[in-house]
């Protein structure tokens, strides 16, 4: 966790009232954002004399749509509506790409994300911090499987490579224009948007809060798609593993070589009388486990090259309603 405070010298000051973005992707949030639009509304026109607020409709089946679209009318309103739901990560993308604040802050639509951080975010940033990241104050709420899941995945992911992904951080953050700049000139199509924010560096401090319970509809994320964003994650930002299946490939053939030794010296002393079926089957079973395993991981990589190949835009906009920026 990195912290900092005071101005950075030599830069010039902040502006006291800085024009304000703010990002909400959403998957069938409707009743989420009657209730939050109001109180981000009352919220955003106190902080900022120019502001918008971008939501994206990440292909939801209810009627987030519409209720973007009516609030869209308003002035200030931005509603990007993607042609199918396409994740959240590449929802976030999108809605950055339609902003243009000088500061822009991305936060989940289902009141987790309590609007009263935005004010001590922005004292932050006036101070000199590029990224101003809420960090979950405590994992209480969630069960022992995902916390150990969790750990343990920020342990591989954070193993050797040249930055860390700090554990607890999570879209719930306020960036500089540059920096969500630099997270938008990143060409990869695999957005994992954690390993994203720590690879474009930047000075970022960590805001702890409490996140709220979700007010409408249940999380998006289970844990197979837990398991399946980890493993996405480790190989876009790792190649570690692969450097491990080279390691352990050399080991298996290095003993194997030891025990070829031992096998031709023992039937020069004392012959063959062919028994040990034992031992050839559980060294069969066992080199064999080993080898898929690691032709599975150079599969896991293969798959990624396969999708950065590909070079397909990451969502398809389907219309974008309203005029974003507005002043009073
Ligand atoms: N979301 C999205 N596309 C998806 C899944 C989720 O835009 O495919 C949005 C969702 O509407 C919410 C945010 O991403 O605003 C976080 O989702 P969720 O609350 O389900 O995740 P959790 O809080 O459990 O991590
Ligand atoms: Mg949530």
């Known amino acids: 966790m990195t912290a900092t ?3 950075v010298a030599g830069a010039p000051p902040r502006p006291q009232r800085p024009s304000l973005s703010l990002v909400l992707p959403c998957r069938n949030e409707a009743r989420n954002l009657e209730t939050l639009l109001p109180l981000l509304l009352a919220r955003v026109a106190k902080l900022a004399e120019r502001w918008e607020i971008v939501l994206v409709d990440d292909g939801s089946t209810d ?17 990007v509506q993607l042609s199918r739901n396409f994740g959240k990560e590449a929802a976030l993308t999108a809605g950055l790409r339609h902003t243009s604040g000088e500061v822009v802050v991305s936060m989940d639509a289902d009141m987790q994300h309590p609007p009263s951080l935005l004010e001590e975010m922005l ?4 101070q000199g911090a590029d990224v101003v990241y809420a960090v979950r104050a405590n994992r209480d709420d969630e069960g022992l499987i995902k916390r150990v899941g969790t750990r343990a995945f920020y342990r591989l992911l954070n193993a050797f490579e040249g930055f860390d992904v700090p554990p607890d951080g999570g879209d719930f953050r306020l960036m ?4 969500v700049d630099a997270l938008l000139s990143l060409p990869e199509r695999t957005r994992f948007m954690k390993g994203l924010y720590a690879w474009v560096g930047f000075q970022a401090v960590a805001l702890p809060y409490v996140p709220g319970e979700r007010a409408h509809g249940k999380t ?11 493993l996405i994650g480790l190989t876009a930002f790792t190649t570690w593993p692969l450097r491990l299946a ?9 003993f194997s070589m030891l025990y070829g030794v031992f096998l031709t010296v023992a039937y020069w002393l004392w012959g063959n009388e062919v028994s040990g079926w034992t031992t050839i ?3 069969v079973a066992l080199l064999l486990g080993i080898q898929m395993v690691l032709i ?5 990589y293969v798959g990624r090259i396969f999708e950065e190949v590909k070079a397909r835009p990451l969502y398809v906009v389907k219309d974008v309603h309203g005029q974003g920026l507005t002043g009073r």
């Open 123 to 126: 004292v932050h940033w006036r």
């Open 5 to 7: 405070s005071g101005p």
């Open 176 to 179: 500089d224009r540059a920096v």
């Open 246 to 254: 080279t390691v352990i490939g050399m080991l298996v053939a290095f």
């Open 63 to 79: 009627d987030t749509a519409a209720v973007m679209q009516r609030w869209a009318a308003k002035p200030g309103f931005r509603a």
């Open 220 to 230: 998006h994320f289970n844990y197979r798609r837990l398991v399946s964003l980890s």
């Open 296 to 300: 599975g991981i150079v599969g896991e």
């Open 281 to 283: 089957v559980v060294g």
